[in-house]
């Protein structure tokens, strides 16, 4: 079965860095385009990244020029460099399979937690 296992989340201070990781597995990951979502206290879940299956990227207008997606094939994993990192950017991420017109689910992973404090 489909899993998303999200790692990398902890406490850093502002202006620091972390990476997240996504480990796939149940599905040819290299077919699908994968996605980072996060979901801050009394906010809805919102896109922060996505990476299509050839590789094309976008991103929110509050993570351009900070935050980088990308994806290892060979390793079914995802991941998201988050650079410069700022209190606002404190939530759970997520990522997320690509869903397709006939998908009769989507893919989640369990998320992990994002704190940026001093």
């Known amino acids: 079965q489909v899993q998303l296992v999200e790692s990398g989340g902890g406490l850093v201070q502002p202006g620091g860095s972390l990476r997240l990781s996504c480990a796939a597995s149940?599905?040819?990951?290299?077919?699908?385009?994968m996605n980072w979502f996060r979901q801050a206290p009394g906010k809805q879940r919102e896109l922060v990244a996505t990476?299509?299956?050839?590789?094309?990227?976008t991103y929110a207008d509050s993570v351009k020029g900070r935050f980088t997606i990308s994806r290892d094939n060979g390793k079914n994993t995802l991941y998201l460099q988050m650079n410069s990192l700022k209190p606002e950017d404190t939530a759970v991420y997520y990522c997320?399979?690509?869903?397709?017109?006939?998908?009769?689910?989507?893919?989640w992973g369990q998320g992990t937690q994002v704190t940026v404090s001093s």
């Open positions: 997320r399979r690509t869903p397709r017109w006939y998908d009769s689910v989507v893919y």
């Open positions: 990476m299509s299956s050839g590789g094309s990227t």
């Open positions: 149940g599905f040819t990951f290299s077919d699908y385009g």
